[in-house]
């Protein structure tokens, strides 16, 4: 198994609605990281865990979320958004968080209406 | 800090021929230069990827190649087919970083 699953594919939320974003993967990594992408753009590091810590937060706004219940499961979970905050959401994992190659989930598109 | 700036922006090439996307980064700590292609609706997949004790590697129909001196890095895909159609990313690494640092993409487009 070399994937990294993410859960949903697309959500539509308010701009008062909570909702959580899920990623899964059994390749035995213990580094995961969310990304987000908008439209013809790179990916933009949002936050990274190692070993089921939170490492590094990229000076993201408190209205993400980021969760890591297991060393194979990665929430985000979403509260209060903008529609700016309009994108795909990347799960990325890797073996350890430096010096190894990283491996992209699908992506959930999220919409803020 | 590391900035990578990719090019060219979008690339439109016959099926059969070759396609080639440059990428140069500034930091000379940089020492890991991955490769991720993009298709519609779906996040990047890692295609190839170089370390800078290396100056080349192959695998089938693309390569990448490494001029560390000049700071430069490379792919080149030949024989291009319409399913290599994609966007395509250039990142670099510093070994000490958690931080992949991506080119701003190309877009490729291969005519059938």
Aim: aromatic share 8%.
């Amino acid at each position: 198994d070399t994937e990294v699953t993410q859960t949903p594919k697309h959500l539509v939320m308010g701009m008062t609605n909570k909702k959580s974003l899920k990623c899964e993967q059994h390749m035995g990594h213990r580094a995961m990281y969310w990304y987000k992408q908008k439209a013809k753009k790179p990916p933009e590091l949002m936050f990274v865990y190692s070993y089921e810590k939170l490492s590094i937060n990229e000076s993201v706004p408190s209205r993400f979320s980021p969760e890591c219940p297991n060393s194979s499961l990665l929430n985000l979970h979403l509260h209060a958004l903008q529609p700016e905050d309009s994108a795909l959401y990347l799960c990325a994992s890797a073996r350890l968080a430096v010096r190894e190659k990283l491996f992209f989930g699908s992506g959930t598109q999220l919409s803020v209406l | 800090g590391e900035n990578v700036e990719q090019h060219p922006s979008t690339l439109s090439v016959q099926e059969g021929d070759s396609a080639v996307i440059k990428c140069t980064y500034s930091d000379s700590a940089s020492n890991y230069f991955p490769w991720y292609k993009q298709e519609l609706g779906k996040g990047p997949q890692l295609i190839i990827d170089i370390r800078s004790n290396v100056g080349e590697k192959k695998d089938q129909r693309i390569a990448v190649t490494l001029n560390k001196t000049a700071k430069h890095f490379s792919l080149h895909i030949t024989e291009t087919q319409p399913e290599d159609s994609a966007v395509y990313f250039c990142a670099a690494r510093k070994d000490s970083s958690y931080k992949l640092i991506f080119g701003s993409g190309t877009r490729l487009l291969v005519r059938p």
